[in-house]
C-alpha cells in the first residue's frame, strides 16, 4: 500500500504521465454519448480495461545511511491481453532484440576506431510508435481511480501505440529503424554517412564512409 504522506507524490505523477499521453497523442477522448454507439458498432470485445502501475524508484538505493528521497513513478498500462485482435493473428507482434555478441563487437570496434560511445534513452517510446492499421479501433476504459480532466464513463480510443499493447513494441521498432535509416549522421572528420541495417542482427545499424570506411555502429 502506498504510504498516506506519499499519495500526494503519486498524484503528480498521475497527472505527469497523463500529460505525456496527451503530448504525443496517444488517444482521442469520445464524449459521454459516444461510447455506446461505439459498442454497437464495433462490439464490446474492442474496449480494454486499463490500469496504474505504480513504482518508487528509490525503494531499493534508500538506507539508514542514504535517506533517498521519495521517487515516485507510474505508467497507465492497457490491457492488451484482452486485445481480440490477437486472436486472428493479424497484428505483427514481434521485434527484434539487440543478439548477446553485437554489444561486445560494438565495444571491440570502438576501442579499434577510437570512438566515442554515446547512450540515450527515449522517454515513453511506445508512445511514438506508427500507428498500426486496425479493421476496427480499439478503445480503452478509465483506470478506476479517473484520469484529469475526464469525467466518469468517458472512453478513449487507442490512437498510437501504448503501454500494455502487444503490438506496441513492433509499432516502436518501425519508428526507431525508419528513422535510423533515414537520418544522415556527421563523423568526427565531417563526413556525412547512412546507417544500414546489419544483415546479421536486425537491431543492429552500421555507417560507412563514402570510401567504405566504418563509421558507426
Known amino acids: 500500500d502506498i504510504p498516506e504522506e506519499h499519495k500526494p507524490l503519486y498524484q503528480k505523477a498521475i497527472a505527469e504521465h497523463w500529460g ?14 459516444e461510447p455506446q454507439q461505439a459498442r454497437n458498432e464495433n462490439g ?16 531499493n538505493v534508500r538506507t539508514e545511511a542514504n535517506l533517498a ?31 548477446r ?13 577510437d570512438w566515442d560511445p ?21 478503445f480503452m476504459e478509465q483506470p478506476p481511480q479517473g484520469l484529469p480532466g475526464l469525467q466518469p464513463g468517458q472512453v478513449l480510443r487507442i490512437v498510437m501505440g501504448i503501454f500494455g499493447l502487444a503490438t506496441a513494441p513492433r509499432q516502436w521498432w518501425a519508428t526507431l529503424k525508419n528513422a535510423l535509416l533515414r537520418v544522415k549522421f556527421v563523423s568526427k572528420d565531417d563526413k556525412q554517412f547512412n546507417l544500414v541495417q546489419s544483415l546479421v542482427d536486425a537491431a543492429s545499424f552500421v555507417g560507412h564512409g563514402s570510401h567504405g570506411t566504418l563509421q558507426a555502429t
Open 20 to 33: 505525456e499521453w496527451k503530448k504525443f497523442g496517444s488517444e482521442e477522448a469520445l464524449s459521454l454519448e
Open 44 to 59: 464490446s470485445n474492442r474496449f480494454l480495461p486499463s490500469r496504474f502501475v505504480f513504482r518508487e524508484k528509490n525503494v
Open 69 to 99: 528521497r521519495v521517487n515516485a513513478k507510474t505508467r497507465l498500462c492497457a490491457g492488451g491481453h484482452r486485445d481480440s485482435d490477437l486472436q486472428t493473428g493479424a497484428p505483427q507482434t514481434d521485434v527484434p532484440t539487440v543478439t
Open 101 to 113: 555478441t553485437s554489444p561486445l563487437l560494438f565495444f571491440i570496434m570502438a576501442a579499434r576506431f
Open 118 to 138: 554515446v547512450r540515450t534513452d527515449v522517454v515513453s517510446a511506445f508512445m511514438l510508435g506508427e500507428e498500426q492499421p486496425r479493421d476496427k479501433p480499439l
